[in-house]
Nanobody, 124 residues
Framework: QVQLVESGGGLVQAGGSLRLSCAAS??????MGWFRQAPGKEREFVAT????????YYADSVKGRFTISRDNAKNTVYLQMNSLKPEDTAVYYC???????????????????WGQGTQVTVSS
């Protein structure tokens, strides 16, 4: 099992940047993903990264603006968010799944382990 703790959220103006972190403890050999949930909306996929960090995949809405990365020595996954927009406002969650799948996980049901989330608010 793995425990996940997100940090780095906050309030930022449109066009600004934030970097979210997800610290993992326990067993940490997982593929990782970031999801977000805006008020009144379903939780949606943002980005995912493989075990070694060599493979990544993004939602179209964040491609070119967000970058997912990981530092396995620190058991931490990051989400660098640039050119933030008000529509990026949401609670951001990190999630973990087995690294043995051949396809990218983009559904909530693909991930058995979740953090508690961190709030990101982008003002216009």
């Amino acid at each position: 099992q793995v425990q996940l703790v997100e940090s780095g959220g906050g309030l930022v103006q449109a066009g600004g940047s934030l970097r979210l972190s997800c610290a993992a403890s326990g067993r940490t050999t997982y593929s990782m993903g970031w999801f977000r949930q805006a008020p009144g909306k379903e939780r949606e996929f943002v980005a995912t990264i493989g075990l070694t960090g060599g493979s990544t995949y993004y939602a179209d809405s964040v491609k070119g603006r967000f970058t997912i990365s990981r530092d396995n020595a620190k058991n931490t996954v990051y989400l660098q968010m640039n050119s933030l927009k008000p529509e990026d406002t949401a609670v951001y969650y990190c999630a973990a799944r087995s690294p043995l799948y051949y396809t990218f996980g983009t559904l909530q049901s693909d991930y058995p382990y979740w953090g508690q989330g961190t709030q990101v608010t982008v003002s216009s």
